[in-house]
């Protein structure tokens, strides 16, 4: 550096946030020829007018209604896209039209959540759950909310984590897309400090009737509805049992067992993960001094996701979180190419869910008094 007469040169390097995902809030209507969108493409609607604007007279236009009508009478402020398959002759075709179009929009993925027509279940359920098995792995982010019935729920695979099925109550009005419900407040999930995420059973929701205990006529649905929560089914129930008349979710679980915000904790660490440490990464080469891949430089990556471990819990989602690391030397010692390649895969996690309660027992025990 030249002398000159300023004693001090300053220079500044500065640091890019890493933009916010927005993808577990990302879902659409599935419509086969039920709207005016050209095939293939997608479009978002903030509001049911919206969407009706845009219905065709053909395909399933008249289910895309219901479905917006029970997702916009949640009032959560959110939006939903619709995707147009095109016409299809069959339900079959339908499904095949999804797989291929999920499978050529994957990188980067499009959609988290599918709410896909009724028709698909009650003709061609083992097709839809071939379809909801390609995105049962752990890594997977896809998530498809299917209407079933209590006779069809068991053709679906009970390790299909990525299957919501929904069954319909025997007195639903002719109006409603009950699965459209617990579809909208799984989008609307949007955890930050002030806002934690909340479990998704006994989830409130609107515009959709619960199923009754016993009908009108005397008939006991209690076995019906204990055969579907069994099999890791959801319905719309009432809250009376706790003095709440409101309609809500139960069970709030994928077709494999577990609680959807199970899955939701898991995919947030995974999409987190990802981008914090990209960002620290290509940021790392802009600044001064840069991140070299040193033990230094595995320690300051390190913080990063522990940074995000910590969030993950004041947002609600995860009740723990431990990251380790192997060291450099250990590493590199062991994995000689891979530090020539500029390649770490060191990096481990351990991490529990935060989940909410499913089912209480009180027990008493009465006693008299001896006299």
């Known amino acids: 550096m030249a002398l000159t007469s300023q004693i001090v040169q300053v220079s500044a390097t500065v640091t890019t946030a890493p933009t916010v995902s927005t993808l577990q809030q990302s879902g659409c209507f599935v419509s086969v020829g039920g709207t005016t969108q050209s095939t293939g493409t997608y479009a978002f609607y903030s509001t049911q007018a919206g969407l009706l604007a845009a219905l065709s007279a053909t395909g399933n236009f008249a289910e895309l209604t219901k479905m917006g009508a029970t997702f916009f009478a949640q009032n959560l402020n959110i939006g939903v896209y619709v995707l147009e398959l095109g016409a299809q002759g069959s339900a079959s075709a339908g499904i095949t039209a999804l797989t291929t179009w999920i499978a050529a929009n994957l990188v980067p993925q499009v959609f988290y959540a599918y709410l896909v027509p009724a028709t698909w279940d009650t003709t061609t359920s083992s097709n839809l759950n071939t379809l909801a098995a390609l995105y049962s792995s752990t890594t997977s982010k896809t998530y498809f909310f299917i209407t079933t019935t209590s006779a069809n729920i068991s053709s679906y695979l009970a390790t299909t984590k990525s299957a919501v099925c929904v069954v319909n109550s025997p007195t639903a009005a002719s109006t409603e897309f009950q699965a459209a419900a617990p579809f909208a407040a799984f989008l609307a999930n949007n955890p930050q400090i002030a806002s934690p995420a909340a479990p998704m059973n006994f989830r409130f929701l609107s515009g959709v009737t619960p199923w009754a205990y016993i009908t009108t006529g005397g008939t006991s649905n209690v076995s019906t509805i204990n055969s579907i929560l069994t099999s890791y089914g959801n319905l719309i ?135």
């Open 237 to 371: 129930l009432s809250g009376a049992e706790g003095g709440i008349s409101t309609a809500t979710l139960r069970n709030g679980t994928t077709m494999d067992g577990n609680q959807l915000m199970f899955w939701y904790a898991v995919d947030w660490i995974l999409i987190q993960a990802q981008i914090r440490l990209a960002n620290a990464i290509i940021n790392g080469s802009n600044s001064n001094p840069p991140l070299y891949y040193n033990q230094f430089g595995i320690n300051q990556l390190l913080g990063v996701l522990d940074d995000m471990g910590s969030t993950g819990v004041s947002y609600g989602l995860l009740l723990s979180a431990t990251f380790t690391a192997t060291s450099f030397a250990a590493y590199t010692a062991a994995n000689p190419s891979n530090y020539a390649a500029g390649i770490y895969d060191g990096f481990s996690c351990v991490a529990t869910p935060q989940l909410g309660f499913t089912q209480i027992e009180f027990f008493l025990n009465a006693t008299t008094f001896t006299h």
